[in-house]
C-alpha cells in the first residue's frame, strides 16, 4: 500500500538532504580541480618513474572524485524528480492513502443508496388537493418538499463525485509510486559502482590509514 501527504514531502524540502548533495558535489569538484591542476603542472617539474606512479595514483582519485561528484548531482536530481512525481499527481489534495480505498467505496455505495432513496421520494410524495380558480379540484406536490429533495440530491451527486475523483485517484497511485521508486533506484544503482570505485583505490605502503 502507497501513501504520499503533502506536509511529508514539504518536510523533506525544507530538510538539508538536497543541499548536502549539492554541496558535497561542489566540494568534490573543488579538490577534483586542485588535485588536476597539481597533476598538469608536475608534468614539467617531477619527472621520472616514480613520479609518474603518484600522478598515475592521483589520476585515480582524481577519476573518484568526478565520479563523487556525478553521483551527487545524480541523487539530487532523482530525488527532486520522484518527489515533483508525487507533488504533482497530490495536486490540490493533502494526501492519498490507499488503505482507504474500501472506505471511499463504502461510502460511495452509502452516497447511491441515499440518491435512490431521494429519487424514490421525489417520485412517491403525497399528492396535495386543491380546488383551482375554476372550482376544479387538482392535485399537486408540495414545492417546499420538492425542493429540499433536490437540494439533497444535488448534494449527493457532488458527494458521489468527489468520491468517485478520489477512488480514481487512490487506484493510480501506485503505478505512480512505482514511477517514483524506479526513478531513485536507478539513481541508488549507481551508490554501488561508486563504492567499488572507491574500494579499488589502494593507498601507497608509505601511510596507513585509520577512520577518525
Known sequence: ?????????????????????????????????ILLNFIDKSRT??????????RNK??????????????????EDAIKQAEQLLKDYLGEDLMIDTSRLEEYRHNRQICENSMELLKDMLSKKDKIEYVDKDGSTQMMTSQLETKEIEEQMELAKSTL?????????????????????????????????????VESLVPDVTYSYRKV
Open 1 to 33: 500500500m502507497s501513501k504520499v501527504y503533502l506536509e511529508e514531502l514539504e518536510a523533506f524540502e525544507k530538510s538539508n538532504t538536497l543541499e548536502t548533495l549539492a554541496v558535497d558535489s561542489n566540494d568534490s569538484d573543488k579538490v577534483n580541480e
Open 45 to 54: 617539474e617531477l619527472k621520472g618513474e616514480g613520479w609518474d606512479a603518484y
Open 58 to 75: 592521483f589520476i585515480a582519485y582524481s577519476n573518484a572524485l568526478q565520479a563523487r561528484k556525478e553521483l551527487a548531482l545524480v541523487l
Open 161 to 197: 463525485e468527489e468520491l468517485d475523483r478520489m477512488i480514481s485517484k487512490i487506484e493510480g497511485l501506485d503505478e505512480v509510486y512505482s514511477q517514483a521508486e524506479l526513478i531513485l533506484r536507478s539513481a541508488f544503482a549507481r551508490i554501488d559502482i561508486f563504492r567499488s570505485q
